[in-house]
């Protein structure tokens, strides 16, 4: 349930695209999965983006707001119809004048999770969802999602895995508290991945690697035994390898539903740097990415 702290529950900003499209698709069928209410927001702005800045006509505006109000009708019936036969769900919606990127992450201090489109519409008055992505995913106060529109040929998506990466960082925690809840949910299996960041290493005189693979995985299993114990209903697969993390989580992402990780990680040879990668994996997995964030 919503609190006062998360009071717009999941936030998405809306621009009409293929991509807006889909991703209020997924943010209507997670906030009802959370129970939590949906807010749709639509930002424009009434300047030609350039420098100096040039206001519109007073025509142009007018439509920006008429076209603004049509993109929000549209989403909120397709929001209500991606939950139709699950329990209500409370949506609201929101036109704004404002930059798009200080908005999102202004509404993201009272939201549990703020969801984007990976790619926009080009066209006055639409919001370049694509160009501001990264943009919310560095400043947001919360997690953000970034959905593709593609449809990912997988024989049966609503039984994949959720995909985690786990690096011991404060952040990677936040995405593992994320994903186990996400897979609690669903119902579904977690694929827990540790990769390092440097498969140089194994090259070292004197580097043992079946040595360090196997306290590495005892760490791994330390630090997802608590996790394990409140979510007794997920069934859990630690994947440990050494290789780059962004390749790893880009590869395994292909048969799962969902890919969390955090957007900072800490450095030191046995961890994943998740920060250095999340771009990578935001713009080339074809399946819903959230990332996390630690303050």
Wanted: proline residues 6%; negative net charge.
């Amino acid at each position: 349930m919503s609190t006062p702290m998360n009071r717009h529950g999941i936030v998405i900003g809306v621009d009409g695209s293929p991509a807006s499209n889909a991703a209020v698709c997924w943010a209507a069928r997670d906030a009802a999965m959370r129970n939590v209410p949906l807010t749709l927001v639509h930002m424009y702005s009434t300047y030609v983006p350039t420098f100096p800045q040039i206001p519109l006509p007073a025509g142009v505006t007018v439509w920006q707001e008429q076209d603004g109000r049509q993109a929000l009708e549209e989403a909120v019936k397709i929001a209500e119809d991606a939950v139709q036969g699950h329990q209500r769900l409370a949506i609201s919606s929101e036109l704004k004048c404002s930059p798009p990127v200080a908005t999102l992450v202004e509404l993201s201090e009272e939201a549990e999770m703020v969801v984007v489109g990976s790619n926009g519409r080009g066209a006055v008055g639409r919001l370049l969802l694509g160009s501001v992505s990264s943009g919310v995913v560095q400043h947001a106060k919360c997690p953000v999602a970034v959905i593709r529109d593609e449809d990912p040929l997988m024989p049966h998506p609503q039984q994949a895995p959720v995909l985690v990466g786990i690096d011991g960082s404060p952040a990677s925690e936040l995405a593992t508290a994320i994903a186990f809840d996400e897979a609690s949910r669903r119902g579904v299996d977690l694929q827990a991945l540790h990769a390092w960041s440097d498969v140089q290493v194994l090259e070292l005189p004197g580097f043992d690697w079946a040595v360090v693979k196997a306290e590495a995985e005892r760490s791994l299993a330390e630090r997802l035994a608590g996790w394990q114990e409140r979510y007794p209903d997920v069934t859990v697969h630690r994947l440990l390898v050494c290789d780059r993390p962004a390749r790893q989580l880009i590869e395994k992402s292909e048969s799962a539903q969902l890919v969390v990780l955090g957007s900072h990680g800490r450095g030191g040879i046995a961890r994943t740097l998740l920060g250095s990668v999340s771009n990578a994996v935001v713009h080339s997995v074809r399946m819903p990415v959230i990332v996390a964030r630690s303050s």
